[in-house]
């Protein structure tokens, strides 16, 4: 996922209310014992809400300097920058958790200490595992960013090669391997395991081409449509538990139709409420450690609580949950003013040319 909205001078707010809202979303599908067992069971398709955003930054942020001969190498680099240091953070967390459930005596039973050695080295390189089912078993959501620097590098490259027509093409065969996916496997919860990597290809291609070609056709006018509107028609999509006959046609027409189309409604929708603009702002922020931090850090919270103090956190469910949220948000915010964007700038000025 794109971390943050932010983009040339047009300030995407809305768009930034999205990314914060489905990220949310994804922290109540993994938390369940902090919501008393509650799971929001279409909340996977945040990830290609995801890619599709993706496409649409990375079009609006890059293609002049890819145009103006930034090269794909260049665009790695910044991609990477970009990318890495909440990645790494998430990562050493998810090892710190490994670490603190052997030291409470709860030895993980398929591991031994070569394999937890082993992951945790290619998790910190970016690397997936080839020890376990699991592409990234430290901190399961950073499958995703695999995908993304894939699509990246893939648009970089190529960028000087793709037309419109072509861009039409890539998505029309990305959507059609998408629907061969739905039939095989009757939804699209796909892409984190090595037996269904596959599905993550079409995946991405088709969200982040589709948000690419947005991008292309979005309005220069500011649409009259309610932003908390868009937002509330995501959260109410990824809220949503569909029959297992309805899912497989709900998660098409959910990728394929109704993102691109939120996406550009709300490229085209500003709110002019302050209020809105700084909570928009704030879930934009922090959307992306969001993202990639809730796993590792709700595991490790609810091992240093049972194991200091004896505390349950699914006892009080879902007060902890609620908890954990505001957590989540306020954490990733001073984490993202202190150490993500203190990084990457120290990273940007050694490797400026």
Request: glycine share 6%; aromatic share 16%; proline share 5%.
């Amino acid at each position: 996922m794109e971390p943050r909205i932010s983009i040339s001078r047009h300030k995407y707010r809305t768009l930034d209310g999205i990314r914060g809202v489905a990220a949310l979303m994804v922290v109540l599908r993994h938390t369940g014992n902090y919501f008393g067992g509650i799971r929001f069971t279409e909340s996977y398709l945040a990830v290609d809400l995801f890619f599709v955003l993706s496409g649409f930054v990375i079009a609006e942020a890059y293609n002049k300097r890819l145009t103006d001969g930034l090269t794909p190498g260049q665009f790695m680099r910044i991609r990477l920058i970009r990318l890495y240091p909440l990645y790494l953070l998430g990562s050493l967390l998810g090892v710190l958790y490994l670490l603190g459930i052997i030291l409470a005596g709860n030895h993980p039973d398929t591991w031994t200490a070569f394999e937890i050695a082993t992951n945790a080295a290619l998790a910190i390189l970016m690397i997936p595992t080839p020890l376990t089912q699991m592409l990234y078993p430290i901190n399961a959501p950073s499958w995703s960013l695999l995908f993304e620097l894939f699509s990246n590098a893939l648009y970089a490259v190529f960028y000087p090669l793709l037309t419109i027509g072509r861009m039409f093409a890539v998505v029309t065969i990305s959507a059609i391997a998408l629907c061969i996916c739905v039939y095989q496997i009757g939804n699209l919860d796909a892409g984190f395991y090595w037996k269904d990597i596959i599905v993550g290809i079409p995946r991405v291609l088709y969200s982040f081409g589709a948000g690419v070609l947005v991008h292309r056709y979005k309005k220069i006018h500011i649409l009259h449509f309610p932003s908390w509107g868009l937002i509330f028609i995501v959260f109410v999509i990824l809220c949503l538990a569909p029959s297992s006959q309805v899912r497989p046609w709900f998660d098409i027409i959910a990728v394929i139709i109704l993102f691109p189309a939120i996406v550009y409604l709300a490229s085209a929708t500003e709110t002019k409420t302050y209020w809105l603009n700084n909570l928009y702002a704030l879930l934009g922020a922090t959307s992306y450690g969001i993202y990639v931090l809730h796993v590792p850090l709700s595991k490790l919270i609810t091992i240093v609580l049972k194991k200091g103090i004896a505390f349950e956190v699914a006892q009080f469910a879902p007060y902890t949950g609620i908890v954990l949220l505001m957590f989540l948000v306020l954490f990733t915010w001073w984490v993202d003013n202190h150490f993500d964007q203190p990084i990457r700038r120290m990273a940007s000025n050694y490797f400026r040319e």
